[in-house]
């Protein structure tokens, strides 16, 4: 079940069905408290028994495994909150993250998830070098303790300097979305074309990648080839409504790449890669 507040989405497992595990009451707690609990949190003395007891409230909660952060909440706290909140759920699986949100102490809070295996970004527009550089300077090591397994960046407005210093910060990342995905100028903020320099770059902080989605990505064999030379670990490519992935290339493309699972428009109407790779793509 999910619900949502004009705060935070939280998706609780199987409470439809569980009433006994999750009653109504509890519900409400979990939900619409938790920023209260916080906010609380912050205001209390570290060795207060109020502290105490509220962490334990939270650390309680370990059936969220989704947990949303949209820009209107985003805007309204500071790295301060955001380092204490993240601190209070450390069973978090799924983190979806609004707006820009890369700073140094937000990234490094997100490093305190150990359950942590999915991070989605959406509705972020990395346009301002300023907000580049603050990530820039953030230390590269944060995130390498972490399980990220799966990134999603689908539909995102980013410049690639922004992309690969995420990524960097990713170094165990498996799955890698780029659906839909738009390059523009660090600088001028002006749309890019894609061009191999561009795929080289990203290429190099993806090697340990075994899933990648180009779904309506501007990108030809010899881009995808590009990539693939660099990512040995590859194993699956999603390519649905690539214009210029025409049937007679998906077929050479599988000739070259036997071990690769490529999907695509024209997956039908050709044979499959012989090995499969356990990403579902949703």
């Known amino acids: ?24 009451s509890t519900k409400k707690c979990k939900v619409y408290d938790l920023i209260s609990f916080v906010y609380l949190s912050l205001q209390c003395p570290s060795d207060s028994k109020l502290k105490s007891f509220l962490r334990h409230t939270l650390e309680t909660i370990q059936e969220i495994n989704h947990l949303y952060i949209p820009q209107q909440l985003r805007h309204l706290l500071n790295d301060e909150f955001m380092y204490e909140y993240f601190d209070h759920l450390p069973h978090i699986k799924k983190l979806v993250l609004s707006d820009q949100i890369f700073t140094p102490k937000v990234a490094l809070s997100a490093s305190r998830f150990k359950s942590l295996t999915t991070i989605h970004l959406t509705d972020v527009d990395v346009r301002e070098s300023s907000g580049e550089a603050e990530l820039n300077d953030s230390n590269d090591s944060i995130l390498l303790n972490t399980n990220e397994s799966k990134i999603d960046c689908s539909d995102l407005t980013v410049s690639v ?9 990713t170094p165990l990342v498996e799955s890698l979305i780029m659906d839909n995905l738009t390059f523009v100028d660090h600088i001028t903020s002006e749309p890019v074309p894609l061009d191999d320099n561009h795929l080289q770059v990203i290429g190099n902080y993806i090697l340990n990648l075994k899933e990648l989605g180009l779904s309506s990505f501007p990108v030809d064999k010899r881009g995808i080839s590009c990539m693939l030379n660099r990512c040995t670990s590859m194993r699956r490519i999603i390519m649905n409504n690539c214009k210029s992935i025409t049937p007679e290339i998906l077929f050479e493309l599988q000739v070259e790449y036997p071990h690769i699972s490529f999907v695509c428009d024209h997956t039908k109407y050709s044979l499959q890669s012989p090995e499969m790779f356990k990403y579902r793509y949703d």
């Open 1 to 24: 079940m999910t619900v949502a507040t004009p705060y935070f989405r939280l998706t609780l497992p199987n409470s439809v069905h569980s009433e006994d595990n999750y009653g109504e």
């Open 161 to 169: 300097q922004s992309l690969v210093s995420f990524l960097d910060l």
